[in-house]
């Protein structure tokens, strides 16, 4: 069936970049008409079902895209929500420091530590972010807060974003009883409900002024179907909102510049990753780990002087097991321990280098050239050493480590750590490094020598195409990036002239 | 999956996870969870995973003497823990990739589960 695909505006990307800026949209100007494209399915919670190799779907690549050189490995949505379906629901506020060099040195001047705190107040209110009552610490949190405190080091608990959370635990795997406050529970049932039209499995190719030439695939078994038979299509609008997230956006870019005449050298540039371990210790007695909410607390203790955070997290059999180094008899005797691990997650802030990039391949499919920093490698080196001190503060036993000539370290070697973890002992090609917060790649900025998009998000050299997601950030925002993805998408929606037909 | 490329798997995945060396009965559920996580792979991540495992296989005469199917698997293990020393860095990484396949496939299985004291889904309904 043909349809009419032109549209008042198309927004690529139904992730909380694209799902916010079309709410905001929507509330300023009800009656433009809207579509809204998915590379991913058509997904909500039923089609969760917490199993671990099912849930792999969700991701990009089964969760598997990996940097050209190997070294590290960056999880992203390819489903409705992008990565809010299975984020873990933590809102951090971009830190002031960051949003002083954005506004110093890439001229984001409307981030005013006024309208920033309006903006956020009124958005943390929409997903109902709160800290979550210390009751809820399950014992792999507990034990972090004992074996920071032991040690001197502050914690702070962090913010999420739940409502009537049944603390099952499985939120990486798709939140199946709705209570994560993503994309694909508060705005995308929201801007359905104003008239959106939503394509799913729909790959962008390119975009030209106005146009949008995409392929349509079938659903995937036991998702929902479009209205729409598959196909190669033009869709045709007078804004192209690109919010396909930091692997795609500067992709699209990229395999679009012939027709969009951009000459751009900035485009996929100054990508970062916030590269992250997630690393476990062993302790003597049963530790509820993967039951209960997975993340209560946090410390930035090191943000300014090293470079890190420290998280609480814990995954499932399988990523725990990849995340462990090693393999045969040594590894499942590891694994055996499984219930008395208690786990933290390492996110070491790297600065936007020129040379990091999302680029394309001859097929124009996106490439993740990143090299780890020296800066990043010792900061990674210096939050294993803090973090295997939390561990054996806490009471564990062993502690297995990516970085260090020893496995597992034990407690006697405490005092020993310098010896046994260091940048030496740090094989990239060896470490599960990971990455879930890509950022960069299409930065804002002043103009067209330092940045892709002007501060309204409009990309450089072009009359229609604006990018709203992550790949918008001038530098690492160096916490998790939800809420400032929001931030922005709410200012780039507020800042755009659209006439409705 | 052909065939082949399927016996080279299994048989890289011995060496990551003993227990499937050792017990028959796990072999048929890791493949079928490898197969859907393969299988679900973007066609370049799934063409360089063959052409890795063709390299295996292939570096094995070179440094064995012998096809990869036909070593032992002491000598198997031996092989594979020198080609996670080699002086490739990028083919010590395809290594250290396919493992995390062959780990979350392994521990995908539900008879396993019980071994590591992990309970499975919670959702009444799904169980």
């Known amino acids: 069936m043909m349809e009419d695909l032109n549209f008042d505006v198309i927004v690529v990307g139904s992730g909380v970049g694209g799902a916010t800026f079309t709410d905001y949209l929507t509330r300023k100007s009800p009656y433009l008409k809207i579509a809204m494209l998915e590379s991913g399915p058509y997904r909500t919670k039923k089609h969760f079902n917490q199993r671990e190799i099912d849930m792999t779907a969700l991701y990009f690549n089964r969760g598997a895209v990996l940097t050209k050189n190997l070294q590290l490995g960056v999880a992203a949505g390819n489903t409705l929500g992008g990565s809010s379906a299975m984020y873990t629901g933590v809102s951090f506020r971009p830190p002031k420091n960051v949003l002083a060099n954005w506004r110093e040195n890439y001229g984001l001047t409307f981030l005013t530590d006024e309208y920033v705190s309006s903006a956020l107040d009124e958005i943390e209110k929409d997903i109902s972010v709160h800290e979550l009552p210390e009751s809820w610490d399950n014992q792999n949190n507990q034990l972090f807060k004992k074996g920071a405190a032991k040690l001197g080091i502050p914690i702070k608990r962090l913010k999420i974003n739940t409502k009537n959370c049944k603390q099952q635990g499985f939120c990486n795997l798709g939140c199946t009883t709705g209570a994560k406050q993503g994309a694909l529970e508060v705005q995308i049932p929201r801007i359905i409900k104003r008239g959106v039209k939503l394509f799913c499995n729909t790959k962008v190719v390119s975009v030209e002024e106005n146009k949008v030439n995409v392929i349509i695939n079938d659903a995937p078994d036991g998702t929902v179907s479009n209205e729409i038979d598959s196909g190669v299509y033009q869709f045709k609008a007078k804004k192209i909102i690109l919010a396909a997230g930091v692997l795609n956006t500067p992709a699209i870019l990229l395999r679009s510049a012939k027709y969009l005449g951009l000459k751009n050298k900035n485009i996929g540039r100054y990508l970062t990753l916030h590269p992250a371990f997630n690393i476990n210790g062993i302790h003597p007695e049963i530790v509820s780990n993967y039951r209960g909410f997975p993340k209560t607390v946090y410390t930035d203790y090191f943000s300014e002087t090293e470079n890190f955070y420290l998280e609480t997290s814990f995954y499932f059999p399988g990523v725990t097991a990849k995340n462990n180094i090693g393999y045969g008899e040594s590894h499942l005797e590891i694994m055996k321990n499984y219930d008395k691990m208690m786990s933290i997650l390492i996110l070491a802030h790297d600065k936007a280098e020129y040379h990091n990039r999302i680029t394309i391949d001859k097929k124009g499919n996106t490439i993740v050239d990143y090299t780890i920093s020296k800066q990043s490698k010792k900061a990674l080196v210096k939050a294993l050493k803090e973090a295997t001190k939390i561990f054996f503060a806490a009471g564990c036993d062993k502690v297995l480590l990516p970085a260090s000539n020893k496995n597992p370290l034990l407690k006697d070697d405490i005092d020993k750590l310098d010896t046994f973890i260091s940048k030496k002992h740090l094989n990239l090609y060896k470490t599960p490094l990971s990455s879930a917060h890509p950022q960069g790649g299409s930065r804002m900025g002043t103009n067209s020598t330092i940045a892709v998009c002007d501060i309204n998000g409009k990309v450089y050299g072009t009359n229609s195409i604006y990018v709203c997601d992550a790949s918008l950030f001038p530098t690492s925002v160096q916490v998790n990036p939800y809420e400032t993805i929001m931030l922005l998408s709410k200012w780039v929606a507020e800042s755009i002239e659209i006439q409705p037909n | ?127």
């Open chain 2, 1 to 127: 999956m052909e065939p082949n490329f399927k016996e080279n798997i299994l048989l890289f995945a011995e060496i990551i996870v003993p227990e499937l060396h050792k017990k028959a009965s796990l072999k048929y559920a890791f493949i079928k969870n490898f197969k859907q996580l393969f299988l679900g792979l973007e066609k370049d991540s799934a063409s360089k995973i063959k052409l890795l495992v063709n390299v295996i296989a292939k570096l094995s005469i070179v440094y064995n003497f012998k096809p990869f199917k036909e070593l032992s698997f002491e000598n198997r293990k031996k092989y594979i823990d020198k080609l996670f020393h080699f002086p490739v860095g990028k083919l010590v990484g395809g290594l250290t990739g396919l493992r995390s396949l062959v780990l979350i496939s392994y521990y995908g299985i539900e008879d396993v589960w019980p071994t590591i004291n992990y309970e499975g889904p919670i959702n009444a309904q799904l169980k």
